[in-house]
C-alpha cells in the first residue's frame, strides 16, 4: 500500500485493489452523492499525510 496517491477502486477487483493499498471502492451503479464524498474523504486524507510529512522535514532540518 501507500504511495503519493489515493485510489479509488471501481468495479470487480475491489478486494484486491483495498489490499494493495487503494483507499475504498464503489459500487455500480455509482452514486453521486457517494463518489462525492469518496474524493473529498481521498483529498483529506492526502492533505493529512502531506502535513505529517512536511512536519517531519521540519523536525528533520531542526535536527541537523
Known amino acids: 500500500g501507500g ?9 470487480g477487483e475491489a478486494v484486491r485493489a483495498m489490499k494493495l493499498g487503494a483507499l475504498d471502492f464503489l459500487n ?12 473529498e474523504r481521498s483529498i483529506a486524507v492526502r492533505g493529512e499525510q502531506l ?6 522535514q521540519r523536525r ?4 541537523a
Open 3 to 11: 504511495g503519493d496517491y489515493q485510489v479509488v477502486q471501481y468495479g
Open 28 to 39: 455500480t451503479p455509482v452514486n453521486q452523492a457517494e463518489l462525492v464524498a469518496l474524493v
Open 51 to 56: 502535513e505529517v510529512q512536511a512536519a517531519r
Open 60 to 63: 528533520e532540518q531542526n535536527l
